[in-house]
């Protein structure tokens, strides 16, 4: 009996006390392509846990969960390229020329719109 008062506790996600990056991937998986969300976990959600991540990652998730439907947009191209730029070089290495020339981070931009939206996102050096 006074167990049971114990075990009925609800995590802090199901009673609705998460924090703001909780929020931002509900919103996100609200849209997206299921079949990638497997990838969408180990390669994003996962960092939530890295405190050097975290502003980041949370920058990246708000920009996406606003631009559901302006994958195709030069601005909001240029936009998620620069947050996922903050997110990948956390240590800010990469000047800008770098950064759009570096092969890793092309192959990143395109899976990252792959995984969220589903479809090809604009590369800012064509903008």
Do not use: C
């Not at 980041?56 to 947050?83: C, N, T, W």
């Not at 903050?86 to 931009?109: E, G």
């Amino acid at each position: 009996m006074i167990l049971d008062a114990f075990f009925k506790l609800k995590s802090p996600r199901a009673r609705g006390y998460g924090d703001e990056l909780d929020r931002l991937i509900s919103l996100i998986e609200s849209f997206a392509p299921k079949e990638f969300r497997k990838e969408r976990e180990t390669q994003y959600y996962n960092y939530s846990t890295l405190d050097a991540y975290r502003i980041p990652l949370a920058g990246l998730l708000e920009i996406l969960g606003k631009g559901r439907g302006s994958h195709e947009d030069a601005a909001f191209s240029r936009e998620v390229f620069l947050k996922l730029r903050a997110f990948y070089d956390v240590k800010n290495s990469l000047s800008d020329a770098q950064a759009l020339s570096d092969q890793a981070l092309k192959r990143k931009f395109r899976y990252l719109f792959r995984y969220f939206y589903g479809k090809e996102g604009l590369w800012p050096s064509t903008i």
